[in-house]
Structure formats: structure tokens, C-alpha cells
């Protein structure tokens, strides 16, 4: 009897102790903390004992007829695999659409009046921290009378690129142009993350967020900016919030339209969500985008994620079959502008692409990763992120104390609710539920999103 009661006590304390820890973890997030700004070399070899050269250059997209050459004979010599009856995109991208993509590519579509489009804004490059920064810096064509516009740094992720926000930065930069008014104009400056595009890749392992967060933090200094608004998605998103993290007295403010927001108490909710609802904080709107559980959040990351297990293992072996194919590179990516924009598509024959997208826009984001070689290192951004475990990382256990704003797009991978977001971003003053849109919301909705991002800014000026 002794031996059970004393058994009893010490089961007590040990379950006294883990909840008083918990409470203790979470609590003790909420100090204000910044990411260390340090320094890093990502260049070959060692470090000059130079100063870096600090000039800005501009810039411009080339090709060539050997270039296009050299695509169409690839093209030319691919195999496909038939696909299995009635299988649509459930296997994946369906080798049946992709001739018809194939087709259009080597038959139809202009890389050199789309390298025309791409050059309509200036391209600039400069080495921050031994490496060639990549980016557009698009300012207003006209601005009213005793203004000055407010700089926006916008980051892609991945499998996207600077791209996706051609057709937003007319929103944003020339609004009264564009049916908005002009009480918030913006210049907008969209580098290409280190290893994407024409942003020169790390030669050094460990290149993560943070590093990209402090280079762009660094090349917004360079470009005369002391403070300046942040907004991402994807990737974009976290590395916005490591420079919130970073430098918060240098960021007016964060638009975010995705949030890594897993380590919450909130998170922990979820299966009992749908039916406690209100005493856990969701909407019906919340309700609708996250329930049933198993399918619209188990199911749907089980089924969406085997890509990023693969990037944050081993991503140089499916590098090398996505760097020698156009074709196998163009399947992989544009499967993610199927279902990835919205779920349902992958229930169609053509999973959906052109509902949302024109060939000419797809395949030109696919051109930049061939034409510059950069799947492959755009893939290692997986394993330098989460190869140790996202966990891992102080920023994932850090809140952000910048003003922020975020808009959630129906068709996003994950919905994050409005307390999941303000758990990790205290001051949440903006939280939108949009009435469409998935993933790629720049490129998809560009004109929903550059409202939300006037709407918080105007919210965030007139306190």
C-alpha cells in the first residue's frame, strides 16, 4: 500500500512538473528577443581580407539561339510514360497535359519576347557577403505632389521566383493607374533568394533563412532604405519574419500570406476544434477551411509534403535528373501550380493549370530555374532549413514584435487561424480572409493582394 501511494506521489509530481514546464514554456516566449544580426561569407574559398565591393550593377536578362537550341533538342528527345486510366493528377503530373505543354513549349512559346517582359523593369545585382545578389528595384512612374513612396521588399519561395510579382507591382507602384486610390504608393524592390534564379547559390553548407534575412536586411541598407515594409509567402514569409526578427526597429511592418506557426498551443487543438470551436477561438470560417480534420490537414499534408522530405534529405540526387530535363523539371514544378493553387485539381484531367495561370507565365518561371541551372541549389534551401529539424532553430521558438498584417488565401496548404498567427506575431493588427486564392498569391490574385497589403499599411499609419 505504501509502495502504490508513494508511487501515486511521485506520478503527481512528475505531472505537476511537465504541466509547470509547459505553462513555463510558454510563457517565458513572450520576452522581446532579437535574432543576432552576426556576418557570414557564402562565397568560394576563404573570406578576401578585403573590403567587399559594394557597387551596384545593373542588369540584364540575355539569351541566345544556343540556348533555345539546346532546350527544344532536349525537349525533342524526351519520354513520357503514359498514365494509368482515369488516374488525372492523383499520380502526380499527368503525362497526357504535359504533351500538350510540351507541345505549346517547343512549338509556341517566345523565351525572347518573354526575356523582353522580364527586362521592363530594372535588374540590378550587387555581393553581399560573397555573393552576387540578384533583384528588381521597380520605383513609381509618377508620384503625387510632396510624397515619397514607401519601400517594399516582397520575397518569393520556392518553386517560385521574383517573377510571380510582375503583375503586382503595378498594383502597388502606379495604384491610381490601376484602379486604386493613391494614399499608399509604393517602390518595390524583389531580389531572388541566394541559389534561385540569377542570385548566385552559397558554395558553403549552412545557408538557411537567417542568412538570407540578413543579406536582404543588408542590400535594403545599401539601397538608402534605414526602414522599410516586408511581405513573403512560402519561403518569402519566413525569411521576412527572420528580418522582423533580426532588425525589428528597421521594419515598419510585416505582410505575411503564410505563417510557420506549428509550435503553438493552439496547434495542440485540433482534433477537438470543430466541435469547441468558440472556446478555442475558431471562426466558422476557420471551421470550413480546416475541417474534417483528416482529410483538409492529415491527409492533405501527408499527400503534398513527400517533395520536401526529399529536398531536406537528399536533394542533389533528384537535382541532377531536374537539371539534365526540361521536361521532368517543368512536371515537377508545375504539378506544385496545380494542386498547390487549389486542392480539387488534382480531380481534373488538366489539374486546373490554365484555370489561373497562362502557359507563357508558367513556363517562363520554369525558364528561369533551367536557364540558370538553379533547381538543384534552390532544393539544398530545404535541406539547410529543415534537415536538422525546423524545431531546431531559435527563430522557430521566438516571437516577432513588428507590426504585421496577413492575409489568408482559402486555398492555402495549411489555413492558420487568426490566434495561431497572433501567438507567434503578437502585434497582428490586419487578418483577412480572402475570398479566393491559393498559394501562389502574387502571381495568382494579384490585385486581392496588393488591397491587403494597402489595407494594413493604412491600418498600421493611422495609429
Given at each position: 500500500m505504501h509502495l502504490a501511494r508513494s508511487r501515486v506521489m511521485w506520478l503527481e509530481i512528475l505531472l505537476t512538473s511537465v504541466l509547470g514546464f509547459v505553462i513555463y514554456w510558454f510563457v517565458s516566449r513572450d520576452k522581446e528577443e532579437t535574432l543576432p544580426l552576426e556576418d557570414g561569407w557564402w562565397g568560394p574559398g576563404s573570406r578576401p581580407t578585403g573590403r567587399e565591393d559594394e557597387s551596384i550593377r545593373p542588369f540584364k536578362v540575355e539569351t541566345s539561339d544556343e540556348e533555345i537550341n539546346d532546350l527544344h533538342q532536349r525537349i525533342?528527345?524526351?519520354?513520357?510514360?503514359?498514365?494509368?486510366?482515369?488516374?488525372?493528377?492523383?499520380?502526380?503530373?499527368?503525362?497526357?497535359?504535359?504533351?500538350?505543354?510540351?507541345?505549346?513549349?517547343?512549338?509556341?512559346?517566345?523565351?525572347?519576347?518573354?526575356?523582353?517582359?522580364?527586362?521592363?523593369?530594372?535588374?540590378?545585382?550587387?555581393?553581399?557577403?560573397?555573393?552576387?545578389?540578384?533583384?528588381?528595384?521597380?520605383?513609381?512612374?509618377?508620384?503625387?505632389?510632396?510624397?515619397?513612396?514607401?519601400?517594399?521588399?516582397?520575397?518569393?519561395?520556392?518553386?517560385?521566383?521574383?517573377?510571380?510579382?510582375?503583375?503586382?507591382?503595378?498594383?502597388?507602384?502606379?495604384?491610381?493607374?490601376?484602379?486604386?486610390?493613391?494614399?499608399?504608393?509604393?517602390?518595390?524592390?524583389?531580389?531572388?533568394?541566394?541559389?534561385?534564379?540569377?542570385?548566385?547559390?552559397?558554395?558553403?553548407?549552412?545557408?538557411?533563412?537567417?542568412?538570407?534575412?540578413?543579406?536582404?536586411?543588408?542590400?535594403?541598407?545599401?539601397?538608402?532604405?534605414?526602414?522599410?515594409?516586408?511581405?513573403?509567402?512560402?519561403?518569402?514569409?519566413?525569411?521576412c519574419t527572420n528580418i522582423a526578427q533580426l532588425v525589428p526597429s528597421h521594419v515598419k511592418g510585416l505582410h505575411l500570406n503564410m505563417a510557420f506557426v506549428l509550435r503553438s498551443f493552439y496547434t495542440l487543438t485540433l482534433p477537438l476544434g470543430r466541435h469547441f470551436a468558440g472556446l478555442f477561438g475558431y471562426t466558422h470560417k476557420d471551421v470550413e477551411l480546416m475541417y474534417p480534420f483528416k482529410e483538409k490537414i492529415f491527409y492533405s499534408l501527408m499527400r503534398e509534403s513527400g517533395y520536401m522530405h526529399i529536398q531536406a534529405t537528399k536533394p542533389d540526387t533528384v537535382g541532377c535528373a531536374l537539371n539534365d530535363s526540361p521536361v521532368g523539371l517543368a512536371a515537377y514544378i508545375l504539378e506544385k501550380f496545380s494542386t498547390w493553387t487549389k486542392s480539387e485539381f488534382r480531380d481534373l484531367e488538366d489539374g486546373g493549370l490554365e484555370r489561373k495561370f497562362s502557359l507563357d507565365d508558367l513556363l517562363t518561371n520554369i525558364m528561369l530555374y533551367w536557364t540558370t541551372g538553379s533547381i538543384t541549389s534552390s532544393q539544398r534551401f530545404y535541406k539547410e532549413n529543415l534537415g536538422q529539424g525546423y524545431m531546431a532553430h531559435k527563430h522557430e521558438r521566438m516571437k516577432v514584435y513588428v507590426p504585421t498584417g496577413f492575409a489568408a488565401f482559402p486555398c492555402e496548404l495549411l489555413h492558420a487561424p487568426e490566434n495561431w498567427v497572433k501567438f507567434k506575431y503578437p502585434k497582428l493588427i490586419s487578418y483577412s480572409y480572402m475570398p479566393r486564392g491559393g498559394h501562389f498569391a502574387a502571381f495568382e490574385e494579384p490585385q486581392l493582394l496588393a488591397q491587403d497589403i494597402r489595407k494594413f499599411v493604412g491600418l498600421l499609419e493611422r495609429q
Open positions: 525533342d528527345k524526351a519520354r513520357l510514360t503514359p498514365p494509368l486510366e482515369d488516374s488525372r493528377f492523383h499520380y502526380g503530373f499527368n503525362s497526357n497535359y504535359l504533351k500538350q505543354i510540351v507541345s505549346y513549349w517547343r512549338n509556341e512559346f517566345d523565351w525572347k519576347k518573354q526575356v523582353e517582359i522580364l527586362n521592363r523593369y530594372p535588374h540590378f545585382k550587387t555581393k553581399i557577403e560573397g555573393l552576387d545578389i540578384h533583384f528588381i528595384h521597380v520605383k513609381p512612374p509618377q508620384l503625387p505632389s510632396g510624397r515619397t513612396p514607401k519601400p517594399l521588399l516582397m520575397v518569393h519561395g520556392w518553386p517560385g521566383s521574383f517573377y510571380e510579382f510582375y503583375k503586382i507591382i503595378p498594383f502597388l507602384t502606379d495604384p491610381k493607374s490601376h484602379g486604386l486610390g493613391d494614399e499608399h504608393v509604393f517602390e518595390v524592390i524583389c531580389p531572388c533568394i541566394p541559389g534561385y534564379g540569377f542570385s548566385e547559390a552559397s558554395s558553403k553548407k549552412g545557408f538557411n533563412t537567417v542568412a538570407t534575412a540578413r543579406i536582404f536586411y543588408k542590400l535594403m541598407l545599401r539601397l538608402g532604405f534605414q526602414e522599410f515594409y516586408v511581405q513573403g509567402g512560402d519561403w518569402g514569409a519566413l525569411i
